[in-house]
């Protein structure tokens, strides 16, 4: 690593503090499957800003009403959407298309990372390990794929190829499971990314600026982090610092965290989700271009634990946008 990229406990992190109060439209909600999380995201982030002193509208947009970000006087925009539209670049273009200010990564970044398997193709070339896999078309041939699927063994993993916060993922126990669960996202979603299980430890690393935040371990109730245990005030999920890592793995995670995150091309910030296994390096799952901002979202856990609380971590991604 160049240089002090890497923020751990007792670090003094210097945040820029725009000097100007500032009008910005915080984009929440939205059309995704992922909309309920973007609202709770967006209320948090406008209610800290709003805090901190600076003008702020909240605005539910889509892709059949995008007049709010026509208004006059715009500073910044937040971009607080997860999932399609907000994460996948069509946000970013309208506002680049407008000359407006935005935070997070720009159009092409938020393509890439949405979709799972050109992200998986980018970090295959950076060097980072991935998990085996390939996306699924209702024109492959069924007994190929059956075939294919065969060779990864049980469990298998099956999600979609451009969804986030575990939205219809299944780790399938059986071949029958794996077939149907198959057929659903091909129903749903046209086609399906299946891959190889990885059995391990679950680990995550937010990015902030240049720097990687310390490494959070995700302790799920169930067999995954899946979205009840990401969400629901109840879950039982345990978020873990004190994991046990030795110095040098937590390094190289949040090493291969920032090579994932500028490999894509992104920017601001950043959440990176690995598997370790027991006997091997990290394996990068996916690169969240906007992670969550609620009372469950991990790369606020991670701010917080080097000393930026939560209003003090969207000012420094406000600023980063302002410095454009």
């Known amino acids: 690593m160049e240089g ?15 000097k100007l109060t500032l009008d910005i439209t915080v984009l929440m909600g939205g059309p995704s499957s992922e909309r309920d999380v973007s609202l709770v995201s967006g209320a948090a982030i406008a209610e800290a800003l709003e805090g901190l002193g600076h003008r702020v509208q909240q605005a539910d947009i889509s892709p059949r009403d995008t007049s709010a970000l026509d208004r006059e006087g715009i500073d910044v925009v937040f971009i607080a959407l997860h999932g399609a539209f907000g994460e996948s670049g069509e946000v970013q273009q309208l506002c ?16 890439i990372a949405m979709d799972k398997t050109a992200a998986k193709a980018v970090f295959a070339r950076a060097g980072l390990a991935v998990p ?3 996306v699924i078309t209702a024109k ?4 190929q794929v059956r075939a294919w699927m065969a060779t990864l063994g049980l469990p298998i993993v099956l999600k979609p190829a451009d969804g986030g916060s575990s939205v219809d993922v299944t780790i399938a126990k059986t071949a029958d499971l794996a077939e149907r669960a198959l057929a659903d996202l091909l129903a749903k979603y046209g086609c399906g990314l299946v891959e190889r299980f990885v059995r391990g430890r679950e680990f995550t690393v ?3 600026g240049d720097r990687a935040l ?3 371990q995700v302790i ?12 629901a005030d109840n879950s039982g999920t345990r978020y873990v610092f004190d994991h046990g890592l030795p110095a040098k793995m937590a390094e190289a995670m949040q090493s291969a965290a920032l090579v994932a995150h500028r490999a894509l091309g992104c920017r601001d910030m950043s959440r990176v989700d690995f598997i370790l296994p027991g006997d091997g390096l990290p394996v990068v799952l996916e690169v969240n271009t906007i992670p969550g901002f609620t009372g ?17 971590l969207v000012e420094r991604i406000v600023a980063m946008a302002m410095q454009r």
């Open 4 to 18: 002090k990229v890497v923020a751990t406990e007792g670090d003094a992190v210097k945040v820029t503090r725009p």
């Open 96 to 111: 680049e298309q407008r000359g407006l200010r935005y935070t997070g990564s720009p159009q092409r970044a938020s393509e």
């Open 132 to 134: 085996e896999g390939k």
């Open 140 to 143: 492959d041939d069924p007994a």
């Open 206 to 208: 937010g990015v902030l």
């Open 214 to 216: 310390p490494v959070l």
């Open 220 to 231: 799920p109730p169930g067999e995954f982090y899946d979205y009840t245990a990401k969400y």
């Open 296 to 312: 469950h979202s991990l790369l606020p856990m991670a701010a917080a634990r080097v000393g930026i609380s939560f209003p003090l």
